[in-house]
């Protein structure tokens, strides 16, 4: 039993260092423009996407087809950034219908591009086995993009709280007026945001890409488990991610061991729940307003 | 004119009334599909079998033409309904297509009010049989997917199984089907249920590995559920002799896109790969359908073709009877004793086809072999086989 539930904790680490990379991109934006973008599932998506056509017409590898994925589903994101800027009226909300549309449009295009086949990187590397004190079992990619999850968490972390941008950032999302008076370009800033969340949606795809299998109707689910993360987390709050996500993925992997994969998502959502009735804020939320 | 020249002629009237031909019709069939959402793939495999049924028929049958009209049901319930009154209301006569059990059954619902024919092989659940509906028609059943799994088990003299399945309607009765029938065999079976939402399947197989031990393990799911079970299982190796599933899965397409995981392993399946078909039917078919769509059919187009040429031919014999408006087409059907590319097909009064019988195939070399039963095999089944 200790082999197993050793095992639980390590799948769940792994998969809350992957669900963290999904939700950051989604958090940050939530946390700096107060925007919830909802076609965040579907850029990760497209990431994927890219990824697959890049190894599939020009044999390139996953990781080499970075760049280009960076460019589409960052300039994706800038189209979804000027969309959501033309909005005059209760941005909070209709930033809100207009992110779903562009997710289902996003969706639909994926499926006519790419059909509604299922396709899963083919480099072997990143499915080969890597065996931890003979007893802990993972693939290459899930520990590539998992340590790449936490690296890329701190990043973000270091950003919004050390460099002039991310504080002017912070500065924006705090109160836009007294930011303009500060010098701050409120429109530059928020680019940015959308840039960054853009990088981390292409990395996630690519995780998606390498470790799971991808099909246009999973955008949708991606964007789910990074808004219940994002909110678990409490708003704006880079570290909740982790924490929340790592959560997450430990409470669903030792579901499966002690008690059955078909409740694994419901236990999830019961953490979600319990969560926010004993720290409304989220997990970070309220640490903040004690602070 | 005498009442008697009256008499006569109006019995010479009627009598070349009666003789005179049926006019040829143009037999409006509606195809509610899921073309988007999570069943596109299926959808859109099944409506190219739709497609190449309805080529097929407008070329043979000489009299009467097919005309489909194609709705997509975004793999939603809801909308599927919807589907089947708009495809009412623009004229269809009977329905083809659905997927998923619990998209099938308010569709067939609203046909049913509608008091025409929807014919499917997307819906395997028992209780779409059960419902007593007198215009549903189904060419497949959990039944024959399970008597295939539960017949290899039995040739290869399996003593215990882990049977791997979602949660969903179709593959849950599946997966109790095999615990039923395999423990009535003596056959030891453990059950893992887990969510479609899955995608780490690690912590399951570790479970099996060390707590279970089986000789086998059949995954009842769907080819993203194939492709996490098998590269789970890859890293942590249980120590099995045989790794089998059922529908999606002894596909060309599954030998294609995921060589590394597939070798060895074993589903059910209709045809070999590369298919050979030996019917002169079934290679008009495969010829219809290589020319339509610059490929080789899968078994979803197979099942798409099945029961839309079946449909088709039924409405055309009432059409010829002149009951196409009333209840000809279910009528028909229920007459309907026939061979066809899956086997013989016949209709209880539920709709089900008592007949249906999956036959088992196996990835080897990149080809998928039947080995499954005897007398449809087309090569032996490796055992003990794994993919690693």
Do not use: C
């Amino acid at each position: 039993m200790i082999d197993l539930i050793a095992q639980s904790l390590f799948s769940g680490l792994l998969s809350g260092a992957y669900y963290a990379l999904i939700a950051l991109g989604l958090a940050l934006v939530f946390g700096t423009m107060r925007v919830i973008n909802l076609a965040h599932g579907e850029l990760v998506l497209l990431g994927a996407y890219v990824s697959y056509t890049a190894e599939e017409r020009l044999g390139l590898d996953p990781l080499a087809s970075l760049p280009l994925a960076l460019m589409v589903v960052i300039a994706a994101n800038m189209v979804v950034y000027y969309l959501i800027s033309l909005i005059k009226k209760d941005r909070e909300l209709n930033s809100l219908i207009l992110t779903f549309g562009i997710g289902v449009i996003l969706t639909n295009a994926m499926l006519m591009i790419w059909s509604a086949d299922i396709h899963s990187a083919t480099t072997p590397w990143y499915h080969d086995a890597v065996i931890l004190f003979d007893t802990l079992f993972a693939m290459q990619a899930e520990l590539v993009f998992a340590g790449a999850g936490v690296v890329l968490v701190g990043a973000v972390w270091w950003w919004l709280e050390k460099t002039w941008y991310g504080r002017a950032l912070r500065a924006v999302a705090s109160n836009r007026d007294a930011a303009k008076l500060m010098g701050v370009d409120p429109r530059l800033t928020e680019i940015l945001s959308f840039a960054v969340a853009g990088l981390l949606a292409t990395v996630s795809g690519l995780a998606l890409y390498t470790a799971k299998v991808i099909q246009p109707s999973l955008g949708h689910n991606l964007t789910v488990k990074a808004f219940i993360i994002t909110v678990l987390a409490g708003i704006g709050s880079v570290p909740g991610v982790l924490l929340g996500a790592v959560l997450l993925g430990v409470v669903e992997s030792l579901t499966v061991t002690i008690a059955s994969s078909a409740l694994q998502e419901l236990a999830g959502m019961v953490l979600f729940l319990v969560v926010l009735l004993l720290m409304p804020s989220g997990l970070f939320g309220r640490a903040k307003r004690r602070g | 004119m005498s009442s008697t020249k009256i008499t006569v002629s109006m019995i010479a009237l009627a009598a070349l009334l009666a003789a005179a031909p049926v006019r040829a019709a143009e037999l409006k069939i509606g195809a509610e599909i899921p073309l988007s959402g999570s069943l596109a793939r299926v959808g859109g495999a099944m409506n190219e079998g739709i497609q190449v049924a309805t080529e097929m028929f407008n070329k043979k049958n000489g009299k009467h033409t097919v005309k489909i009209i194609t709705m997509d049901d975004e793999s939603s319930p809801a909308k599927a309904v919807g589907a089947v009154e708009k495809l009412a209301a623009d004229g269809a006569v009977a329905f083809t297509g659905g997927y998923g059990s619990n998209i099938i059954g308010p569709a067939s619902e609203a046909a049913e009010k509608l008091g025409k024919v929807y014919m499917t092989s997307g819906g395997v659940a028992s209780e779409l049989t059960k419902r007593g509906l007198k215009t549903f028609f189904r060419i497949n059943s959990s039944e024959g997917y399970a008597r295939a799994l539960m017949g290899l088990y039995g040739e290869l003299g399996i003593k215990s199984v882990a049977v791997i399945y979602s949660t969903k309607e179709a593959t849950e009765e599946v997966a109790k089907m095999l615990e039923t029938g395999l423990g009535a065999k003596g056959v030891k079976v453990t059950m893992h249920a887990f969510d479609p939402a899955t995608n780490d399947f690690k912590p399951i197989i570790h479970k099996i590995k060390l707590q279970d031990r089986p000789e086998a393990i059949a995954m009842i799911g769907y080819e993203n559920d194939y492709v996490g079970i098998l590269r789970a299982a890859k890293i942590l190796k249980p120590d099995i002799k045989t790794i089998t599933g059922v529908w999606s899965l002894a596909t060309s397409k599954m030998a294609q896109e995921f060589p590394d995981l597939m070798e060895n392993v074993s589903g059910t399946s209709t045809l070999s790969y590369p298919a050979e078909f030996t019917t002169q039917e079934a290679k008009d078919f495969a010829e219809t359908y290589q020319k339509m769509f610059n490929k080789a059919p899968d078994y979803l187009g197979i099942f798409g073709y099945v029961q839309s040429k079946l449909l088709f031919d039924a409405a055309a014999r009432a059409a010829d009877a002149g009951t196409l408006d009333k209840g000809g087409i279910a009528t028909e059907l229920r007459k309907t004793v026939t061979d066809t590319v899956i086997g013989k097909v016949r209709f209880d009064q539920n709709g089900d086809n008592p007949e249906f019988t999956h036959r088992m195939g196996q990835h080897q070399g990149g080809k998928v072999v039947l080995v499954w039963p005897a007398d449809a095999a087309t090569g032996k089944i490796k055992y003990p086989g794994l993919p690693w």
